[in-house]
T-cell receptor
Framework: GAGVSQSPSNKVTEKGKDVELRCDPI?????LYWYRQSLGQGLEFLIY????????KSGLPSDRFSAERTGGSVSTLTIQRTQQEDSAVYLC????????????FGQGTRLTVV | AQTVTQSQPEMSVQEAETVTLSCTYD???????LFWYKQPPSRQMILVIR??????QNATENRFSVNFQKAAKSFSLKISDSQLGDAAMYFC????????????????FGKGTLLTVNP
């Protein structure tokens, strides 16, 4: 596709349920990032994938959070046993390799836990 | 750990006027990368401008320019001839230098500045 695509755009779930958020990066981009944006806050780093290297999971807030990237393309962020504090916008970005390269962001998934 | 601070939660400017958004950061590195991203209500982050720390010349992109003060660890964004479409959240971001380990390309963001443009 032309840009980074995230689905669903919005998700409302009950506390305790599991949710999966999907990210389709730009074709050919080897780097993929997940960020969380809570209301009135900046972007909090969650996880980073680069090619075939082991992902950097240092930003995942708890073991309820996990992510995978299949075939170096699509990524899924899974939150198990959701809590109300998980409510936020989850943003995905992708880029070519290189520290100066532009990261292209999707429009995010707004997760609301009720 | 690197931190990015945006001290102005909100700013406003009159259409056609100039506004400057502040950003400071903390790092022990000498080479790194700095970015300004814009987030309109659509939520999609858009790159506005970027700067390499080893380049002394301030970056410019049309109406957008930066004042990069490396010694002061300051990276402010100046928007000239402000337009209604400039209204958005603006985030300053820092990226670690190459070959710095597993988080090479992790962007560290400030908390943002909400810019309002008044007609």
């Amino acid at each position: 596709g032309a840009g980074v695509s995230q689905s669903p755009s919005n998700k409302v779930t009950e506390k305790g349920k599991d949710v999966e958020l999907r990210c389709d990066p730009i074709s050919g981009h080897t780097a993929l990032y997940w960020y969380r944006q809570s209301l009135g806050q900046g972007l909090e780093f969650l996880i980073y994938f680069q090619g075939n290297s082991a992902p950097d999971k240092s930003g995942l807030p708890s073991d309820r959070f996990s992510a995978e990237r299949t075939g170096g393309s699509v990524s899924t962020l899974t939150i198990q046993r959701t809590q109300q504090e998980d409510s936020a916008v989850y943003l995905c970005a992708s880029s070519l390799e290189g520290a100066y390269t532009e990261a292209f962001f999707g429009q995010g998934t707004r997760l609301t836990v009720v | 750990a690197q931190t990015v601070t945006q001290s102005q939660p909100e700013m406003s400017v009159q259409e056609a006027e100039t506004v400057t958004l502040s950003c400071t950061y903390d790092t022990s590195e000498s080479d790194y990368y700095l970015f300004w991203y814009k987030q309109p209500p659509s939520r999609q982050m858009i790159l506005v401008i970027r700067q390499e720390a080893y380049k002394q010349q301030n970056a410019t992109e049309n109406r957008f320019s930066v004042n990069f003060q490396k010694a002061a660890k300051s990276f402010s964004l100046k928007i000239s001839d402000s337009q209604l479409g400039d209204a958005a959240m603006y985030f300053c971001a820092y990226r670690m230098p190459p070959n710095s380990g597993g988080s090479n390309y992790k962007l560290t963001f400030g908390k943002g500045t909400l810019l309002t443009v008044n007609p």
